[in-house]
């Protein structure tokens, strides 16, 4: 799996659209592309994950109400060979190990979700600051596996924009009849249901869907 991924196949789409034809192949590769990133839009995340460790870099903010440094970070499940570190010099080098920290939520994993915060205790021998891309962590950024509803919304949003080649400026249905539906406004109603648990809340730092 990559970084912000095709979340269903064209087979899997092909089967729920119920499509044999392969002269379909092409529009539905680019409907699953337009769905998936529609879906990290809504979300304001993806659902991939990095092939191989990797640094990235984030600020720090100080949390008046836990009393400590947190840094939002980009969602994270797996936390083999985390690497943290602070740019103490602020010369760019990250010469400082931030050995001493905790991922939240706190119950992430038990509940098959990401860690979004990198929160570092008073009892830390480093510390960080607001100093601007202060913090460097190294790691397998991403989810371990699409969730289920997240690859039915992608199914459902993709049949959307693929219902979009037959439907003159956009638009689905008869407005006589009441049926009138805009197909590229915004995402599908029911993708917004099924895609409600899962958006990440907006402001928090990091680079979630890009």
Known sequence: MAWA????TE??????VEVEDVRD???M???????????D???RRQFGRVDAPEARFYTARWDDLRARWVVPIDD???????EIAFDEDEDETYGAPITVHALRPVNAAQKGRPWEDLVVPPR???QPTTLDAGVKVTARWGWTEVPTAVKEACLLQASRVLKRRHAPFGVAGSPEAGSEVR?????DPDVEVALAGYKRGAGRGGAVFA
């Open 29 to 39: 590769g680019l409907a699953i592309a337009a769905a998936s990133r529609a879906i």
């Open 183 to 187: 197909l590229l406004a915004k995402v």
């Open 41 to 43: 839009r809504t979300t």
């Open 76 to 82: 994270l499940m797996d936390d083999a060979g985390l």
């Open 11 to 16: 087979d899997e789409l092909a089967a729920f």
């Open 124 to 126: 830390s021998a480093v």
């Open 25 to 27: 192949d092409v529009p």
């Open 5 to 8: 991924p095709d979340y269903v």
